[in-house]
């Protein structure tokens, strides 16, 4: 039988509602009535979310409700639309490490050994944000010379393998690889093409020769 999720302090849950404020955005109320939380009646965000809280663990006995909000706040799929929330997840640590816990960046939430102080979960959460600037730190940025290769390769055999081969090798030590391309069809996008086992299309569905284009592509 797995042990009962820990029992968080008052300000604990404080805190917690005050750094998950602006990431909850104009879906908190969905979120608590999807994960089961009391709503509360404060007229603050951050206050009503505190009050479903302590609402939520004094119901459970646990902070098992609570963490499940926190990771689902936290999710990593929400990146893709509100960009990087490694600062926030730091700072979410600092407070989980009082109660044994810490939320992982692929969104797991796993038993660590409780830190003892406040300043104990700073030290170990700031040796986690280093630790994920490091990995983030292996980031390539193009710069306006990447306009150069199309002309460069343009008279060269196998041209659309050069990323693909370029990349060989190099890659295994990373989770995720993702290659940002130029909205059209040249020879960087082809490139990025070969590169990937698999490509994610954003295409405006507003747009009538968009979504064509699309489905051109996929059939050809």
């Keep these: 039988m797995a042990p009962a999720p820990p029992t968080l302090r008052s300000a604990q849950?404080?805190?917690?509602?005050?750094?998950?404020?602006?990431?909850?955005?104009?879906?908190?109320?969905?979120?608590?009535?999807?994960?089961?939380?009391?709503?509360?009646?404060?007229s603050t965000k951050w206050r009503m979310l505190r009050e479903s809280f302590q609402l939520a663990q004094r119901r459970d006995g646990h902070g098992?409700?609570?963490?499940?909000?926190?990771?689902?706040?936290?999710?990593?799929?929400?990146?893709?639309?509100?960009?990087t929330l490694s600062e926030l997840r730091?700072?979410?640590?600092?407070i989980?490490?009082?109660?044994?816990?810490?939320?992982?960046?692929?969104?797991?939430?796993?038993?660590?050994?409780?830190?003892?102080?406040?300043?104990?979960?700073?030290?170990?959460?700031?040796?986690l944000r280093a630790k994920?600037?490091?990995?983030?730190?292996?980031?390539?940025?193009?710069?306006?010379?990447?306009g150069?290769?199309?002309?460069?390769?343009?008279?060269?055999?196998?041209r659309e393998r050069y990323l693909a081969d370029a990349l060989a090798g190099h890659i295994g030590d990373y989770d995720l690889v993702l290659v940002d391309c130029p909205p059209?069809?040249?020879?960087?996008?082809?490139?990025?093409?070969?590169a990937a086992p698999e490509v994610l299309v954003v295409v405006s569905m507003t747009d009538r020769n968009a979504y064509k284009g699309l489905l051109h592509d996929l059939s050809g």
């Design 184 to 194: 059209n069809l040249g020879l960087l996008t082809v490139n990025a093409f070969c």
């Design 96 to 127: 989980l490490l009082l109660s044994g816990l810490e939320l992982l960046d692929d969104g797991r939430l796993v038993a660590r050994q409780a830190s003892r102080t406040a300043d104990d979960a700073r030290a170990r959460a700031d040796a």
């Design 148 to 158: 150069d290769v199309e002309l460069t390769l343009g008279g060269e055999m196998m």
């Design 132 to 146: 994920l600037t490091g990995r983030i730190g292996r980031v390539r940025i193009g710069t306006e010379r990447m």
């Design 64 to 83: 098992g409700s609570v963490l499940r909000f926190v990771k689902q706040a936290l999710d990593p799929a929400h990146e893709l639309a509100t960009g």
């Design 90 to 94: 730091t700072s979410v640590n600092e």
């Design 13 to 42: 849950i404080k805190h917690l509602a005050k750094l998950l404020d602006g990431p909850t955005g104009g879906e908190l109320g969905r979120d608590l009535v999807e994960l089961r939380l009391p709503m509360g009646t404060e």
